[in-house]
């Protein structure tokens, strides 16, 4: 399937693609790979419903973001 809004165009496969190589990306670069390619694209809203790539990068963003905390946590010397 494909989406014009307005002078765009995206295909639904494409970014089906991008979304099952970031769920399958198994290093940072990788991953940072997929996000690059995908910042290329145009994504409507239309498109984050039928992909569900949203979702994704919420997820992504909550590991990221845990991670950060877990590095954060003050040691504690006895």
């Known amino acids: 399937m494909t989406i014009h809004y307005g002078d765009k165009v995206v295909s639904e496969e494409h970014i089906q693609y991008l979304k099952?190589?970031?769920d399958d990306a198994k290093t940072v670069s990788n991953m940072?790979?997929?996000?690059?390619?995908?910042d290329q694209v145009f994504v409507s809203l239309?498109?984050?419903?039928k992909t569900?790539?949203?979702?994704?990068?919420?997820?992504?963003?909550?590991?990221?973001e845990s991670g950060e905390k877990r590095e954060r946590k003050p040691i504690v010397l006895l």
Do not use: D, S
Not at 46 to 49: A, H, P
């Open 20 to 22: 099952e190589e970031l």
């Open 32 to 38: 940072i790979n997929v996000l690059e390619a995908l």
């Open 46 to 49: 239309e498109m984050l419903e």
């Open 52 to 64: 569900r790539i949203g979702v994704t990068l919420t997820r992504l963003t909550r590991r990221a």
